[in-house]
């Protein structure tokens, strides 16, 4: 929502301070420096990456225009699920666990939880180290170790989308200036013909420039900033599961291994512990209505 409202504000500001100082926005609309720019960042979006890249990164810029996944009430269901699994494992055994966590997709148990099953690289995250722990076949620190890389691994490649586009703003100046050569171009074949044709050429080459400047600054950056935004949401959110899980192989009780999760979230959307213990043991409420 805030996306939606923030570009209105970027480019009402712009065209009303343009019409105040007399301009007429019909001079704006250069159909051809668009498609120069355009098709030109296109082209080298293209050239840098490989298509099914190209594609993730149409589906994350448009991404930013749904709210954030990883709210209050995202973070209050995580905590009840982990609260549960632990409670799973400590009156049934680590074994209760093996049919859930050997083939998480089919599990019921996950499905109770709707925000973290639809999210796959947590569900599998979760499933593939609670093997290793209910095998018991990696020490305390490899199993640090062993999450650290993959949090590591998966964080890089999320960050891959938030790159290009970041890479791409910083063109978006260079390819205006392209724009603008060629309608310098096309201004001195025009020299000796009228005025007006002349004015309307070298106003086409200069909206080149300006398009590429505000393209850059105006969209391109602030989308590449949001992107990263949710990639460092997600790390925070596979933070909380990372240390719930170290707290459990380590034997901790279960509500102190949901603690220590509670700990990694961020302070503005963190729970309360009398909210968080309120919500892991009795469903309330209290976390939500806190939003």
Same mark, same amino acid.
């Given at each position: 929502? /805030?996306?939606?409202?923030?570009?209105?504000?970027?480019?009402?500001?712009?065209?009303?301070?343009?019409?105040?100082?007399? $301009?007429?926005?019909?001079?704006?609309?250069?159909?051809?420096?668009?498609?120069?720019?355009?098709?030109?960042?296109?082209?080298?979006?293209l050239i840098a990456n490989p298509l099914p890249q190209v594609m993730a990164v149409v589906k994350e810029s448009l991404g930013i225009l749904k709210p954030n996944p990883f709210s209050r009430d995202a973070y209050a269901e995580l905590l009840k699920m982990l609260y549960d699994m632990f409670m799973m494992a400590r009156k049934e055994g680590l074994m209760a666990l093996d049919s859930?966590?050997?083939?998480?997709?089919?599990?019921? /148990? /996950?499905?109770?939880?709707?925000?973290?099953?639809?999210?796959?690289?947590?569900?599998?995250?979760?499933?593939?180290?609670?093997?290793?722990?209910?095998?018991?076949?990696?020490?305390?620190?490899?199993?640090?170790?062993?999450?650290?890389?993959?949090?590591?691994?998966?964080?890089?490649?999320?960050?891959?989308?938030?790159?290009?586009?970041s890479k791409m703003g910083d063109a978006m100046p260079g390819f205006g200036i392209v724009a603008a050569v060629l309608g310098v171009v096309n201004t001195m074949a025009a020299i000796g013909g009228?005025?007006?044709?002349?004015?309307?050429?070298? $106003?086409?080459?200069?909206?080149?420039? /300006?398009?590429?400047?505000?393209?850059?600054?105006?969209?391109?950056?602030?989308?590449?900033?949001?992107?990263?935004?949710?990639?460092?949401?997600? $790390?925070?959110?596979?933070?909380?599961?990372?240390?719930?899980?170290?707290?459990?192989?380590?034997?901790?009780?279960?509500?102190?291994?949901?603690?220590?999760?509670?700990?990694?979230?961020?302070?503005?959307?963190?729970?309360?512990?009398?909210?968080?213990?309120?919500?892991?043991?009795?469903?309330?409420?209290?976390?939500?209505?806190?939003?």
């Amino acid at each position: 929502m /805030f996306t939606i409202i923030g570009v209105v504000v970027l480019f009402g500001a712009i065209l009303a301070g343009f019409t105040m100082e007399g $301009g007429k926005i019909a001079a704006l609309i250069q159909p051809n420096e668009l498609i120069i720019i355009g098709g030109a960042a296109l082209g080298s979006l293209l050239i840098a990456n490989p298509l099914p890249q190209v594609m993730a990164v149409v589906k994350e810029s448009l991404g930013i225009l749904k709210p954030n996944p990883f709210s209050r009430d995202a973070y209050a269901e995580l905590l009840k699920m982990l609260y549960d699994m632990f409670m799973m494992a400590r009156k049934e055994g680590l074994m209760a666990l093996d049919s859930h966590v050997e083939r998480p997709e089919e599990s019921s /148990f /996950f499905q109770n939880y709707p925000t973290f099953y639809k999210n796959h690289h947590a569900l599998f995250f979760l499933a593939d180290t609670m093997k290793v722990i209910v095998s018991g076949s990696v020490a305390e620190h490899n199993l640090t170790e062993l999450m650290d890389l993959d949090l590591e691994t998966a964080h890089e490649s999320a960050l891959k989308g938030s790159q290009i586009v970041s890479k791409m703003g910083d063109a978006m100046p260079g390819f205006g200036i392209v724009a603008a050569v060629l309608g310098v171009v096309n201004t001195m074949a025009a020299i000796g013909g009228k005025p007006e044709v002349i004015g309307e050429k070298v $106003g086409a080459a200069l909206v080149g420039t /300006f398009l590429g400047i505000l393209m850059a600054y105006g969209l391109f950056a602030p989308i590449s900033a949001a992107m990263e935004a949710r990639v460092h949401s997600e $790390g925070l959110y596979m933070g909380c599961i990372k240390n719930a899980l170290l707290a459990f192989a380590r034997g901790d009780a279960p509500l102190t291994a949901v603690e220590f999760a509670r700990r990694n979230i961020a302070p503005e959307m963190r729970p309360t512990f009398s909210e968080m213990e309120n919500t892991v043991k009795n469903g309330g409420g209290d976390m939500a209505q806190a939003a």
